[in-house]
């Protein structure tokens, strides 16, 4: 097994740091911190961070192929002129829902961004459940919503033949997987892969590796688990 790595690169300040994305274009990686309502920017040549405060939790970025981004904040869609620090809502979804917020989003192979809501927390874990839905803004920013009876909208990703989506609920304590439609961005015959029991800790963000495999974050489990979609075992580094 090879040996992980893992080095801070800029420690303290974040109430809950979330959805890091590379950015190619300013050689900088981007992230958003939750409660601290704020989209950050870390550059690894100056080793400086710079970040736009916000005037709600923002929960996910993603880059815009026109420049600038695209970002989770609230209940809304909304872009992000980075430079002049302004924000232009896309859309508003879950408007019956006041308490709800955006969780987890990523962008699709096809430039489609997924993104679910949840109830706002009473503590970590501890909120009204069944409240949120899992949604999608297409390029053309229509949304779609795909269901609802959400608890905690979390980690997202797709196979690397683009055939599969998967999605985790994190109080189903379940990965699932879903058909995957590339060219309509549909999703169906969901089924759950790998199941976690309740001591093992919450299932959260997730990402793919260049093997097929899926990386999740363990929330209040201090670690990272890897896992074979195939098999539905847990598997090592390679």
């Known amino acids: 097994m090879s ?4 080095e801070c690169v800029v420690s303290g300040g974040y109430g809950i740091g979330e959805s890091p994305v590379w950015d190619e274009r300013e050689s900088a990686l981007l992230c958003v911190d939750i409660p601290g309502r704020r989209v950050c920017r870390w550059s690894p040549g100056s080793g400086q961070v710079q970040a736009v405060p916000l005037d709600a939790p923002v929960s996910s970025v993603a880059l815009r192929k026109s420049g600038d981004y695209v970002i989770t904040l609230g209940t809304r869609f909304a872009a992000l002129n980075w430079k002049e620090q302004v ?3 896309i859309t ?3 408007k019956d829902k006041p308490n709800n917020r955006f969780n987890d989003g990523k962008v699709d192979p096809a430039g489609r961004y997924f993104a679910g809501t949840m109830a706002e927390e009473i503590r970590p874990a501890v909120l009204e459940r069944n409240q949120g839905s899992l ?3 297409c390029p053309d920013l229509s949304v ?7 608890d905690i909208s979390n980690g997202l990703d797709w196979s690397l033949d683009h055939k599969t989506f ?3 609920d994190s109080l189903s304590y379940s990965v699932d997987a879903f058909d995957y439609d590339l060219q309509t961005g549909k999703i169906g015959n969901r089924r759950s892969i790998y199941k976690l029991e309740k001591e093992e800790s919450i299932p959260d963000g997730m990402c793919i590796d260049t093997e097929g495999k899926l990386w999740v974050a363990c929330y209040n489990g201090g670690r990272v688990i890897r896992l074979d979609p195939e098999t539905a075992v847990l598997c090592l580094c390679s």
């Open 166 to 168: 998967f999605y985790i």
């Open 92 to 94: 508003h979804v879950d």
């Open 135 to 137: 949604y999608t803004l």
């Open 87 to 89: 924000v232009t809502t």
């Open 144 to 150: 779609v919503k795909h269901f609802d009876q959400v």
């Open 3 to 6: 040996s992980v790595r893992v």
